[in-house]
């Protein structure tokens, strides 16, 4: 039986740690579909479910903490039949679920308090089950055979769940309490508690690969330490305040949930991608979201360069889209990913990802001047820039262009991965390879990164050569994707040397690498902000008068604020830092009708005065790359730069979101000196100046 919701609560709750996240209903009760607690690709929980003698208690309110560590739900019930003793009425008994994620283990406090005048007896029921489906299952995969499940043992406080998996792994789950139930079965575990008037009772229970022994100090040190690690996590890097109530909230929520998704990973802090289907290494993703705060916190972008340089690929395989110097584009752990049902154990089918790391090795040098990362790093890069201009020079116009490997990896390869996100205008589906525009803007970007570093090291000889391509290459993007009838840049160029005459959002990307001529990339910006584009909430991903618009698609109309984030900083880098206000504006206030959490898209329709934004149904929340836009909105709007080797902040002509009037940002590393800066507006103007930290850090203001 169900209970109705409150109007102001959520029905999806998710926790994360490490490889491990949670998904449950407000209730905290999880009941197989997409929920469960799933740890490395696997779901070792799909069932657990608390209630009192069948019937499921009234749910009064349900939260996450401010810290994202801890959910907490709190229960009453409905009326009780007596039970060797007194009958309960309706809601006398307060019940509070607390649980969170540590170390790969689920600990969760069920607090029961008795608010009767009289006696009662408590039947509290926990149901629990692992089906140890791999993600991909859970996700609607099908799979022809699967492995087996031993029987359960039990013992007189814990039951063990297995599974032998084809793979030849035993995995194991065991739910362990803090007393003994008054009946323990495959399925479930009864507690028939006695209960004074206000007295109350704690039961504790782990959910782990091995026996535990709950309990009450158990429970406490293990909230100790994963809070201790969170707080870690959301302290790194600068801070930002002053922004009023509302904006300082969204960049604090942004914030705690880059540092939920973050791993501490032997290489460094890495964003997982996104809960429920992307918690996981995503190269592309990770790279993006440590572009986007790479001014506020570098160390996350070099947690990034480490991870993916390690994973690099060294081979050929058409079934994982590798090659000798790409770069992942995604990481699976489970029982598919193992056996090779499905090639994203490791896979590579990116065709963005290998670009976007040598560009933002290139920027994470400028703002840190960190030499030993780069000396690290700089076999990596090298063999990154060779795979990518043994595919240019293998293409007829020298661009970097994609094809699949084999049916089961991804039929397009850029952001935009759905099947049908590339097409051309009459709607028809283009034949491969294909040439993304905003992929040549990586190139070129990536080019000339490459150019900088290699002079900075003395390789004069490599510099001259990788600055001739980066010139190369974007004449050759003004002159094969410019479209004058369309005003625009072309989507992409087919197998066949076809333009995919689209207008869609791709070419705000290149505006972000600086690649446009100045008129093309004003007339670029003025499209992007006109009313087929801009929806009122941010960009879509596609113009509405194109073919396949759909705001209900995925990536066919729909809002991402990520895209809009660099849209929105590549108006920046062309002066049109109004523009940028304008679009920072517009996903503020989707934010604050989001729960100040952006999630990873929302539909596209036109803005209704009085209305909220459309949610896009099966959308990741948290999602890395959409709680980092704020930050790349934000620096876009300040016209923030820092050039480590200088020593230096640069400040060009910069503006404060609408509402926001005064802003401050804290600790802001420069070349292992702090400095805090003040932003304020001051009649029609944003003054921005030094307000203390380090005298050896100059700060340059343009107004």
Same mark, same amino acid.
């Given at each position: 039986m169900l209970t109705t919701v409150p109007g102001n609560i959520q029905t999806s709750y998710s926790l994360k740690e490490g490889d491990s996240f949670l998904v449950c209903d407000a209730q905290g009760d999880i009941y197989g579909d997409s929920d469960g607690l799933f740890h490395e690709g696997t779901r070792t929980l799909s069932r657990l479910r608390l209630c009192l003698d069948g019937d499921q208690p009234t749910l009064l309110s349900a939260a996450i903490a401010q810290d994202k560590v801890v959910f907490t739900s709190h229960l009453t019930n409905?009326?009780?039949?007596?039970?060797? /003793?007194n009958p309960a009425a309706q809601g006398v008994i307060h019940i509070e679920r607390s649980r969170f994620l540590w170390s790969g283990r689920l600990y969760e406090r069920v607090d029961c308090v008795n608010y009767a005048e009289n006696e009662v007896v408590l039947p509290l029921l926990i149901e629990f089950g692992a089906d140890f489906r791999d993600m991909f299952e859970v996700r609607g995969m099908q799979r022809a055979r699967r492995g087996d499940y031993p029987p359960v043992d039990l013992s007189t406080d814990a039951a063990t769940l297995r599974y032998l998996g084809l793979d030849g792994t035993l995995r194991s789950t065991v739910i362990s309490f803090s007393m003994s139930p008054s009946s323990l079965t495959e399925e479930k575990a009864r507690f028939d508690v006695r209960l004074l008037p206000h007295q109350g @009772?704690?039961?504790?229970?782990?959910? /782990?690969?091995?026996?535990?022994?709950?309990?009450?100090?158990?429970?406490?040190?293990?909230?100790?330490?994963?809070?201790?690690?969170?707080?870690?996590?959301?302290?790194?890097?600068?801070?930002?305040?002053?922004?009023?109530?509302? &904006?300082?909230?969204?960049?604090?929520?942004?914030?705690?949930?880059?540092?939920?998704?973050?791993?501490?990973?032997?290489?460094?802090?890495?964003?997982?991608?996104?809960?429920?289907?992307f918690s996981t290494p995503f190269g592309r993703d990770a790279i993006i979201t440590a572009l986007q705060t790479l001014w506020i916190d570098p160390g996350l972008a070099r947690g990034v360069l480490k991870f993916l340089a390690e994973r690099q690929a060294q081979e050929t395989s058409a079934f994982r889209d590798s090659a000798p110097g790409k770069i992942m584009h995604e990481s699976r752990k489970g029982e598919m990913a193992a056996l090779g049902e499905i090639p994203f154990g490791l896979?590579?089918?990116?065709?963005?990802?290998?670009?976007? @790391?040598?560009?933002? !090795?290139?920027?994470? &040098?400028?703002?840190?001047?960190?030499?030993?990362?780069?000396?690290?790093? %700089?076999?990596?890069?090298?063999?990154?820039?060779?795979?990518?201009?043994r595919s240019c020079d293998a293409d007829a116009d020298g661009l970097l262009a994609y094809a699949r490997g084999e049916a089961s990896g991804l039929?397009?390869?850029?952001?935009?991965?759905?099947?049908?996100?590339?097409?051309?205008?009459?709607?028809?589906?283009?034949?491969?390879?294909?040439?993304?525009?905003?992929?040549?803007?990586?190139? @070129?970007?990536?080019?000339?990164?490459? !150019?900088?570093?290699? !002079?900075?090291?003395g390789e004069e000889e490599a510099a001259i050569r990788w600055r001739i391509r980066a010139e190369r290459t974007r004449e050759t993007v003004e002159m094969r994707f410019w479209d004058e009838a369309l005003d625009f840049y072309a989507l992409a160029r087919d197998g066949e040397g076809r333009m995919c005459r689209v207008r869609a959002s791709n070419p705000g990307h290149l505006l972000y690498v600086g690649?446009?001529?100045?008129?093309?990339?004003?007339?670029?910006?003025?499209?992007?902000?006109?009313?087929?584009?801009?929806?009122? %909430?941010?960009?879509?991903?596609?113009?509405?008068?194109?073919?396949r618009f759909n705001p209900m698609s995925y990536h066919n109309g729909s809002v991402w604020p990520h895209d809009v984030a660099l849209c929105a900083a590549g108006m920046a880098h062309y002066g049109a830092r109004r523009q940028s206000m304008h679009l920072l504006g517009e996903v503020f206030e989707a934010a604050t009708h989001f729960g100040m959490r952006l999630p990873e898209l929302f539909c596209g329709f036109p803005r209704v005065t009085g209305e909220p934004p459309i949610a896009y149904p099966v959308a990741c929340l948290p999602q890395a790359w959409s709680a980092g836009s704020v930050f790349m909105l934000l620096q876009a709007c300040l016209g923030l730069q820092v050039d480590a080797a200088r020593s230096e902040v640069i400040i060009d002509h910069p503006q404060l979101p609408y509402g926001v009037d005064r802003l401050r940002v804290e600790?802001?590393?420069?070349?292992? !000196?702090?400095?805090?800066?003040? @932003?304020?507006?001051?009649?029609?103007?944003?003054?921005?100046a030094h307000a203390g930290g380090s005298p050896e850090v100059r700060v340059t203001v343009r107004l």
């Open positions: 409905r009326p009780l039949p007596p039970i060797g /003793g @009772f704690e039961l504790y229970l782990e959910v /782990g690969t091995e026996p535990s022994r709950p309990g009450r100090e158990r429970y406490r040190a293990a909230t100790i330490q994963a809070r201790g690690s969170m707080r870690a996590r959301r302290r790194s890097g600068g801070r930002l305040r002053g922004g009023g109530l509302l &904006f300082d909230a969204w960049l604090e929520r942004s914030r705690t949930d880059i540092a939920l998704l973050a791993s501490e990973l032997p290489s460094g802090r890495y964003p997982y991608a996104g809960i429920p289907w896979y590579y089918g990116g065709v963005d990802t290998t670009p976007l @790391f040598v560009m933002l !090795a290139g920027r994470y &040098f400028r703002r840190t001047g960190d030499l030993a990362l780069l000396e690290m790093l %700089w076999p990596a890069l090298r063999q990154a820039m060779e795979w990518i201009e039929a397009n390869q850029g952001w935009k991965d759905s099947g049908d996100s590339i097409f051309h205008e009459d709607g028809s589906m283009p034949n491969g390879p294909i040439a993304l525009v905003e992929v040549q803007g990586y190139v @070129f970007s990536a080019l000339e990164a490459m !150019a900088s570093l290699a !002079a900075m090291r690649l446009p001529q100045l008129s093309r990339a004003q007339r670029v910006i003025a499209q992007l902000c006109s009313p087929p584009f801009d929806n009122g %909430w941010g960009v879509r991903t596609l113009a509405s008068d194109q073919p600790r802001l590393d420069v070349a292992g !000196a702090r400095v805090d800066l003040m @932003f304020e507006r001051v009649s029609d103007r944003v003054l921005a």
